[in-house]
């Protein structure tokens, strides 16, 4: 069940074009091609891989976002603007046996449109943890998500 690298990092923010300016302009960052998520997002890339995901935060996000990504803080400015961590992992039964074993609640889903199969759970400071797998694995060990990405509200 090892973690292979991290994948990206979200941070929400109510100023979407100037936050995606300034790390492209200040760090070199690039926008990149990102699914429709049907709420606003930018995908900024190093290289090939994208590594910084950007939504609009704090008080009034749409009911997509939140279906979609759930909100821990309103925050909009300090380290509260940080959604999530995602890293990419492998032996995805290994993970969910791992996870049971030490009573660590976590919700998963499908997204077939990335290829991903997806758990969610919290650090014991609330910081939410994306754990991706390829899909691929969750199909031929037989694992079904209790939420497919495509059945959220669009």
């Avoid at 995602?86 to 049971?100: E, N, S, V």
């Avoid at 976590?106 to 969610?120: A, C, H, K, P, W």
Wanted: with cysteine.
């Amino acid at each position: 069940m090892p973690l292979e690298h991290l994948e990206h990092f979200l941070i929400q923010t109510p100023q979407l074009q100037a936050t995606r300016d300034w790390y492209v302009d200040v760090l070199g960052m690039r926008e990149g091609w990102h699914p429709d998520f049907k709420f606003p997002v930018v995908w900024l890339y190093l290289g090939d891989k994208d590594v910084l995901h950007l939504t609009e935060g704090g008080a009034n996000v749409s009911q997509n976002r939140l279906s979609y990504l759930g909100q821990q803080s309103t925050e909009t400015q300090g380290t509260g603007v940080l959604d999530h961590v995602a890293f990419r992992c492998t032996d995805l039964p290994g993970m969910m046996q791992h996870l049971r074993a030490r009573n660590i609640a976590f919700n998963e889903r499908m997204v077939s449109d990335q290829g991903l199969y997806q758990l969610f759970l919290f650090d014991p400071n609330g910081v939410k943890v994306e754990l991706n797998f390829a899909n691929e694995e969750a199909i031929r060990h037989g694992i079904e998500a209790p939420v497919k990405a495509s059945e959220l509200s669009n």
